[in-house]
Each structure stands twice: as structure tokens, then as C-alpha cells.
């Protein structure tokens, strides 16, 4: 009987568990951690000219945890007539196009669907612009707000010159380097309000729109970029990354998809020709980043978590990395230790998700794959008696994600348990309905 309920209470938590995760893993774009998560374009038209208007466009990233990093942010648009750019500051169109048409200075862009790139770090000051300037890369909202956003200026010729005969640029186009992020139409708003430093005088835009973009993992279409690992104290298994969980070793159709740390060949293929595309160490995950959870001490009324972030890519820093780890125990994170934190509370009942980044030029920059590849820190976490325990798995995320894409985790079932967990049926059947009805809730709340 007893043992029929364990089993019973012990598949039903499995079920749960499986539920939880695919809840997670949907593939729109909807981020339930982040259901608000956008980044909006938004143009002011600032002064008409004689033959159109002055623009400043500016990139809000209102994204809690996802950042775009080197080589940063393109933005594309189709004209609605038949614009040229006459010039921009802040940033720049990648391909000028055909302007033999124009004479005696040709503009700096005449294609029908220009796309703009920002401009490097050390830009002339007579060609910077505010927020502008730092190679495309835009923090998220909770780590570095104040680098959230960038814009730039651009001179439109050949367009409206009022509010009435202006028209919208359409098909918006966002990568971030890479493709995920589908952008909406453009819609006509309240003109935005410019104040000046004092407050005292107050401006306003000829006319503004806005542009919502928003990602999905599943446009982005990339395989997976992390895996995670687990230990604990109580038991000496290491639970690894799941075979091939960012790929598969394959000698015969991708020879050199990996690289041996021990291979000769090894510094002449890291600095070979192709330095954007990631080489990783041959493992047999074959992903660039593994995130290992160690459940290490167990004390009265705390235990105490060791994280540890490990880049296997010989050809790729990480700068700005960002972790989002959700567990129940989050809602008594009691320290970090060299890390930063804050916590993700989409629904404010439900606490049980953080966020956690470097500390500036502590280790907030995750070096290329080698001795010095991996960052850590150590959680600890405030027991509460109702739900903790070490049983059925419960020390171990339920989900991590790095740099805003989920890795792929061990299944719940190959968790290190503890050494006498079938004995332990009586005393943790508590526990077990109580988390069961907990992911049950989660589940509900996050479908
Ligand atoms: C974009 O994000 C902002 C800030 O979170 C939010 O106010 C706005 O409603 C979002 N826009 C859309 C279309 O979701
Ligand atoms: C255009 O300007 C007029 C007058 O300032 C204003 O009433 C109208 O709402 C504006 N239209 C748009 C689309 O901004
Ligand atoms: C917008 O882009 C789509 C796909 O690239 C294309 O089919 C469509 O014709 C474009 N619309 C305009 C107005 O350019
Ligand atoms: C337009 O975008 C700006 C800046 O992102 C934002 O403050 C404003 O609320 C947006 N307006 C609408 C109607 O979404
Ligand atoms: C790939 O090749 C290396 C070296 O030639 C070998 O050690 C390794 O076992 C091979 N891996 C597979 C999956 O065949
Ligand atoms: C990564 O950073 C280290 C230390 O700052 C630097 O020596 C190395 O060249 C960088 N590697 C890449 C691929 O950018
Ligand atoms: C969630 O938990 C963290 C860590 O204990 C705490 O700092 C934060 O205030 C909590 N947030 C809410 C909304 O309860
Ligand atoms: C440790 O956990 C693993 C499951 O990952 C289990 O197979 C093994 O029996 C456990 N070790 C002990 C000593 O119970
Ligand atoms: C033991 C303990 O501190 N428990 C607290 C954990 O967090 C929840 C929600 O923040 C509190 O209600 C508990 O008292």
C-alpha cells in the first residue's frame, strides 16, 4: 500500500515535472518570465527640412534579462515612398545603394529598405549622438538600465513634410545579432515630451511612432547554447549535461565541429580566418556553456548552493553574461556571494525565479574556453521547514537559462537523490504532494 502510494506520488511527480517543463519550453513568444518583454523603436520627428524631416530613432530594450551582444543590434525598414537618407549621426546604413541619381553630394543611403548599424566605441564626438556609439550592444532592463537604450539622428529627404504626408516606414526588420525578434507595424503616437535638464522648459516632437518588437526563441531557430549539470553532497553521482544536448560529435559530416584541449592543432585553429563562428571544445554535450548547480552544505536553518558557469568556446567571451535561474527557494535567497541578483517576479505571488550577473570587472566578463573560463558563486538560502527538503530532487532548478536561452536540463528522474530515498516514503509523502501541488500551481499559472 505504502509502496503503491510512493510510486503513485512518485509518477505523478514525474508527470508534473515533464508538464512544468514543456510549459517552459513552448515555442512562442510569449516569455512567461518575462511576459512584457519588448523593444520598442521609436521615432520622433524632431524639425521638417525642405524636403522632409529630422528623426531621432531610439531602441528601448524593455527586455528583463534578454541583451543583445556583440556584434550588436541591425535595424532594417522598408520605405513607404521613395526616401533617401541624407545623412545620420549615432549610426549608419550598411549599404548606401544606388545614388548615381543624385548630384552634387550624394546621400548616405538611397536603398528602398536601408539598415542601420550602430557605430563603434571611440566614434568622433561630431558624429556621435546620445545613447549612441558602443558597437550595437544593449543591456537588459535589469542589469544595466542605463544602457538599455541607443539611439540615432537621421535626415529623411523625399518624404512628407507635414504630419499629414509623412508616411510610415514599414516591415521592420530587428536582429539581435541574430534573427528571433518579429517587429510590428508602426503606429502613430502622442508626441513625445523633451524636457530639459533644470525641468523648466518643456518641447514636444512633430510626430512620434512606435515599433514593437518582440522575441522568440523558436524564430531564432538556434539549437540550444547551455546545458546544466548537478551534484550534490549527499550523493557522489554527477549528474552531466545530457548527450548531445547542443549537438552531436560528428566526425564524418562536421570534421572539426569541435576541437580536443589537448590538440596540437589547438592555438592555430583559435585564431584562425573565421573568428565569429564558435569553436568548442569537443564534450559530450558539444555546448558552449554548461552551468553546474552543486547542492554543497546543508546547515540548521540555511543550505548553501555552489554555481558554477563554464565556456566552452575557444573563440567567444561572454561580457555582460546573465543567468536566470527559477527554483522555489528563491523567495528566500539570503545571499549571493560574487554575483549580482534581483529577483523576477512576474507574478508577484509566485517568487521563485532570479536573475544573477557579474559583478563589473569582478567577473562579469566570462572569458574563452581554458583555465580561466568559468565563473562562480555561491547562494545561500533560508530553509522554510513547510516545503524544503533534499528529497525527489527538490535542491535542484527547475529551469536555468543563460543569456536569455533555456538550457537544456537532466531529466528529473536521473536527479542525484538521496541515498535512502526509499525509505524516506513515510515522512516526505508530505513534501511530495506539497511540491507536486506547487508545480501543479506553476504549471496552471504559466499556461
Ligand atoms: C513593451 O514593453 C513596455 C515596458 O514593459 C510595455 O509598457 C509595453 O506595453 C510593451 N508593448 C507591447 C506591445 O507589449
Ligand atoms: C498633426 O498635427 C495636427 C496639428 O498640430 C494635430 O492636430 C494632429 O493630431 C497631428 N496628426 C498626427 C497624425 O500626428
Ligand atoms: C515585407 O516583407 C515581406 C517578407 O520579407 C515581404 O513579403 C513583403 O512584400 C514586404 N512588404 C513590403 C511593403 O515591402
Ligand atoms: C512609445 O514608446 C515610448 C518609448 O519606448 C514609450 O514610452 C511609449 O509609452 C510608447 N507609446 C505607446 C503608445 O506604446
Ligand atoms: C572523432 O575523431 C577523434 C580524433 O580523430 C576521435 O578521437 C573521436 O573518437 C572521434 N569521435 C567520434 C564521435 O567519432
Ligand atoms: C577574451 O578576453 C581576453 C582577456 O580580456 C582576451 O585576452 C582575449 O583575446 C579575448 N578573446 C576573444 C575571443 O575576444
Ligand atoms: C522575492 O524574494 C527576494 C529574496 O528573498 C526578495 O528580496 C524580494 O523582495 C521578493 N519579492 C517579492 C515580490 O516578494
Ligand atoms: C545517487 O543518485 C543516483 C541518481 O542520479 C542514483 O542512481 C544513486 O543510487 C544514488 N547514490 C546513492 C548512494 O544512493
Ligand atoms: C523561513 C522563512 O524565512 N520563510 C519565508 C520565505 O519567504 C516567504 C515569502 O517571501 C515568507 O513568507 C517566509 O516567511
Redesign the pocket.
Known sequence: MGLVLYKLTRFATIVLFGLFCCSFTSTDAYDPLDPNGNITIKWDIISWTPDGYVAVVTLFNFQQYRHIQAPGWSLGWTWAKKEVIWSMVGGQATDQGDCSRYKPTPPHCCKKTPNIVDLLPGTPYNQQYSNCCKGGVLSSLVQDPANAAASFQLSVGRAGTTNKTVRLPKNYTLMGPGPGYTCGAAKVVKPTKFYTADKRRVSQAMMTWNVTCTYSQFLAQTAPSCCVSLSSFYNDTVVPCPICSCGCQNNITHPGSCVEPESPYLASVVSAANKNSPLVRCTSHMCPIRVHWHVKLNYQEYWRVKVTVTNFDYRRNYSDWNLVIQHPN?????QVFSFNSE?L?PY?TI?DT?MLWGIEFFNDMLVQSGPLGNVQSELLFRKNPATFTFDKGWAFPRRISFNGDICVMPLPDAFPHLPNAGFQQYVSLLTVIMISASTFAFTYAYT
Not at 330 to 334: A, E
Open positions: 528563491f523567495d528566500n535567497l539570503t529577483s517576479t508577484g517568487n532570479a
